[in-house]
């Protein structure tokens, strides 16, 4: 694509560094980094981004040494973000640091944890991972002697943000302004949504086939996995299983990296903008073409039936549920099982901030709370 540059060798609609919407507190520029690139390393060096070692993607983090948690997963996020990022012009540094951040809020035990912890917060205002990411960028994390939270720039906040209801919209001011206003986000946020579905289709793939809650044979309804898996064992007859997965997988993310940069490409060329100003009153750019996105959705189709619904992983997860609701409930029975300072924080933010302290748990930490309790975890 033959895009004009802006500063720093960008396209033109990249977002610029040099030209933030700037921190919520505002601090005397880096020597020697762009605002994104220290937005990065803040998230990096967070204690949130530390917990994701011992988060949950899809099987519980004791389950297996080689499962993906939530760390290893915005780790494969941001390589395949900065890729795309590279090749369309965009800022790397931005779309690392959302690709890294856009975890930090999950709860312990995946998708199982948050969607307790909303059911425990259903009368406080729910429990939506996407905030609570956004909370822990803007107030949890205590680092700094100035503020509370990190104190991102605008762009790398915006892109954390990937949905939000009205209500909160109306709440967050500028940051919620674009959900009011049917505007888009930075390119860099658009790129980081798709690598995270990238990233999260095909390495659960890997990870539900190494478990052998899938098989090969299995996946060969899937035309995305199939026409990828023939090639390889066509090229290779003699390929062990794992090295076969791993061919198998890689050509996938190739192909749908490819097909996202032609259809984006075609679509930015055909909305031409001139700026970020441009990008976001433009329909969604980043995207997938029609029959890729028929494909993957296909494939997405096929791990919610046979791997996120798999009895074992129910089983798991229905047990995970229930320690949310038994640690939610015990610390709202009995503030004195909370240490000091989230005791403090609930005797002014209530349930909030209990939500605040299970979300930040991880996996190993929220058992061990059940147990310090004395909580019949099963």
Known sequence: ?????????????????????????????????????????????????????????????????????????????????????????????????????????????????????????????????????????????????????????????????????????????????????????????????????????????????????????????????AAHADVVSARYPAIAERRLVHETVRRMIDELVGDLLAETQRRIAAAAPGSLDEVRRAGPLVAFSAPMRERSQRLKSFLHAHLYRHPQVETVMDQARRAVHTLFDAYRDDDRLLPDEHRERAQHLGARAIADYIAGMTDRFALKELARIGADQT
């Open 1 to 225: 694509m033959n895009a004009s540059a802006g500063s720093a060798g960008l396209a033109r609609y990249a977002a610029q560094s040099a030209g933030t919407r700037g921190r919520r507190y505002q601090e005397p520029a880096a020597l020697t980094r762009s605002d994104f690139q220290r937005d990065r390393d803040r998230i990096v060096h967070s204690t949130a981004f530390r917990r994701l070692e011992y988060k949950t993607q899809v099987f519980l983090n004791h389950e297996g040494d080689l499962f993906r948690t939530r760390l290893t997963h915005s780790i494969e996020v941001a390589q395949i973000a900065r890729s795309i990022a590279r090749a369309l012009g965009l800022d790397e540094d931005l779309v690392e640091a959302i690709s890294l951040a856009h975890d930090l809020g999950h709860t312990p035990f995946g998708h199982a944890g948050q969607d307790a912890l909303n059911a425990c917060m259903r009368d406080h205002g729910g429990f939506e991972h996407n905030l609570q990411s956004l909370r822990v960028v803007d107030e949890l994390e205590q680092r700094y002697g100035g503020f509370d939270g990190l104190n991102l720039c605008f762009e790398t906040r915006e892109g954390i943000l990937k949905h939000c209801s009205a209500a909160n919209a109306r709440r967050l001011g500028e940051l919620g302004e674009r959900f009011l206003l049917g505007l888009q986000p930075s390119l860099e946020a658009q790129v980081a949504n798709l690598a995270d579905e990238i990233a999260y289709n095909n390495h659960d793939v890997d990870d539900g086939l190494r478990s052998g809650l899938i098989t090969l044979e299995q996946l060969q309804q899937v035309d995305l996995f």
